[in-house]
């Protein structure tokens, strides 16, 4: 593997094209131009390529013999023109731009569509949303177009999973961590949001419902700015949040630092029903959730010199997520008469620290885009938890009868990841290439202690407690082509080869599993533009699901006294084939048509052991899996004062079972529409409508029921702009809870529903300080990936 790796990269080089250089200044009669443009292009006016003068006025391009169009143009000063032939590198000595007349001002009236399609992903322009004001990148997501938040997961609709970046870089987190860690990460800090439907080669191939890059806002050149924001989330408990925002770029340095703080307590009201063949459990859960937390983030950026950029990146937070938790257990007997109830009051005392450090550096090896960037990336996670619950048993008539069960349970979980990565951007004048490679290891390591408390003293238990040991390594190489063809068609083809290595080992059991594979990753993307109104494109990618560490681990955990769940080490990864197809008709209307094939899918499966009525989540790969769905989407913006984006999708799902679980596949179709309205009432008055609807569905084990929600918010600014004040209610009918999710296995129903503080209020006041000066130096930054799959 390692011997193939290094012929590929080795073999790169000889594919490059011979070049001619050629080189100019730009001058106003007296002084050197700086960022002019320069750009040459083929005699029908197609660009070939370009670039812009240095801070003496200089340019230097490369291109192949031939006969082109030179063209120069800068902003205040007349466009210069001329047809050039180039055989030998050629110097064109000092250009003269002659001015245009004075301009006194400039006023940027336009502003970007909150929501933009684009061939191979969709971008939300957070800073553009009212109702993200005062959130965090949670609440950001949750606004954000074909994502749905539910449970603990993030999911592209209809298609799964979705894998989440910052900045480019991946974070190693799932489920319950994931939300937690995003949750530190304020959406006043987010420039826009990226979802990459079919992701090419040079990201991890991991992730069946695409990825999500958040990509956070970068200090304006010569300028610093201070925010300091405060919100408070009004529901049945409230949580207040304060957070300070520094943005500061001069010179050579780039600097952000944020802070954030939260205090304050959120409510969760789950219910859960189970139909044994004899009896029916009503289960009611009300449980208050702390979210204290401290979160820090750094990023610091220096240009060494005018091509090359080192970078330190720090990403910290603590919490204490402490959770107090009832349930109510109704027991019915086959009459449909309350037979017994069970009463259950649990205890969490949590402790999560994370700390993220990443090292970068990138350079621009010439004017025609050549750049190497090199990342090195250190993640570590903990978390530390004792969860103690007592059971009560009582009659129907509400007298206690006895303690049914009780228990002490302290889990420890250590996380530590270290990658590194290198990038290339080889763009020659036949295509532009793209190569790089990646190292990664992953090492978890998770402890639990059950101790029996149901006589008074703790009773260690070593048939529940477990020590679980996983440690990953992952070396993936990419190459990836872009070519134009002509003047109406763009392909690119990637290739991305990964091998991993596991090994998962149980020191109770003595048992080790141990993996070995190589995978060959291809993706696919092509481009037709038929006229200026219309263009199409098509797409494939093959994408990998690897198990999260904590569905590895072969031993229980346990929620209550007649509730438990079990891992399974012999979990394999799922495959998906991802097809896409999208047509845009004048940056308004787009329709978009999807296929995804998931081999080998793996999902929980909720058992029960009837004859000690005990509900029991396990894991399999049991699966194959179509989704396959159309939507259209379409921008309405008529008036200066109103825009809005709405979207319209149906989304089917055909499953097969690969093995006997004791219950049969569901498909059907689901219908999803979405609606975000903004209106500018005046300058300083921002409101924001959005409203989501999702019908009941079936697919694979579960169906659901129809969600919907309406929210509104408003935001006005005072003092010059630099005080905002916003309001925003959420979700005002308190209808987009998860509900009615239901399986039938073994014959035994079970339906389970979650409202996670859905409706609320929230009021927010910010307000910023320092320079406003508005030029933009524009700088390429290459850098991507890492970290996720913890629970």
Known sequence: MKHAFALILLTLPTLLIAQISITGKITNQSQPIVWANVALTDLDGYIITGGIT???????????????????????????????????????GEIKLKANQTLDEIVITHQKKLIEQKPD???????????????????????????????????????????VMVNGRLLQLSGEDLVSYLNTIASGDIKKIEVITTPPAKYEAAGNGGL??????????????????????????????????????????????????TKGSSRNIEDFQVYYPTSNWDIDIN????????????????????????????????????????SVSRIFNEQNTLDSLLINNGNNQSKVNSHLINVHANTKLDSLGKSISFDVDYFTYQSNQNR??????????????????????????????????????????????????????IKNHSDIQFFNTISGAPVYDTNISNTFKYEENNQAIYISGLKKLNKKWDIQLGFRLEHTRTKGHSVQLNETNSNNYTKLFPSLYASYSKNENNSFSISYGKRIERPRFSDLNPFRSVISSNTFSLGNPFLKPSFVDSFEF?????????????????????????????????????????????????????????????????????????????????????????????????FTMNDSTKLQLDATYSSPFKAGLFSVGSTSSIDLGMSKTFLDKNLQVAILVKDIFNSSSLNQLESTVNNVKQVYGQNDNNRYIRLTASYRFGNKKISEKRRNFGNEEERRRTN
């Not at 063209?71 to 032939?85: L, M, V």
């Not at 103690?388 to 302290?410: K, L, V």
């Not at 990841?417 to 290339?424: E, L, R």
């Open 54 to 92: 240095d801070d003496n006025g200089v340019f230097h391009l490369k291109i192949a013999p031939g006969t082109y169009h030179l063209n120069i143009s800068f902003i205040g000063y007349t466009s210069f023109k001329k047809e050039i032939i180039v055989k030998t590198d050629l110097n064109l």
């Open 212 to 261: 999500i890059n958040i990509i956070l806002k970068k200090g304006q050149v010569d300028s610093w700015k201070n925010t300091i924001s405060f919100a408070d989330n009004i529901n049945t408990y409230n949580f207040a949040t304060l957070r300070n925002s520094l943005l500061y770029n001069k010179n050579k340095v780039s600097l952000s630092f944020n802070v954030n703080g």
């Open 121 to 163: 992903r969709i971008i939300f322009n957070v800073e553009n949303s009212v109702t993200a004001i005062g959130g965090d990148a949670l609440d950001a997501l949750r606004i954000a177009p074909g994502l749905s938040v539910q449970n603990n997961s993030i999911n592209l609709l209809g298609r799964g999973a979705s894998r």
């Open 388 to 441: 103690n619950f007592i059971t009560n048993s009582f009659s129907a008539n509400n007298e206690f009868q006895n303690i049914n069960a009780a228990a002490n349970n302290f889990t420890d979980l250590n996380i530590e990841n270290f990658s590194a990565k290198t990038d290339m951007e080889h763009p020659t004048t036949f295509i532009n290439l793209s190569y790089g490679a990646k190292i990664s290891s």
């Open 582 to 678: 999208k047509h845009t008709y004048k940056n308004k209307y787009t329709t978009n048509a999807f296929l995804s094939i998931k081999h080998d899918g793996a999902s929980v499966i909720f058992t029960s052991d009837v004859e000690n009525s005990t509900q029991i989540v396990t894991r399999s790969n049991f699966f194959k899996q179509h989704m396959f769905g159309i939507g259209e989407s379409f921008l309405f913006d008529t008036f200066s004062w109103w825009q809005s984006q709405n979207s319209f999708n149906v989304i089917g799902s055909k499953t097969e079972f690969t093995q006997n679980i004791g219950a049969k596949p569901k498909n059907g179709f689901m219908f999803s529409a979405n609606s975000s309205n903004s």
């Open 287 to 326: 449980s208050k959730e702390k979210k204290d937390n401290l979160s820090g983030q750094l990023l610091l950026d220096y240009d060494v010199t005018e091509s090359t950029t080192i970078g330190i990146q720090y990403l910290g937070n603590s919490k204490t997520p402490n959770m107090s938790d009832r």
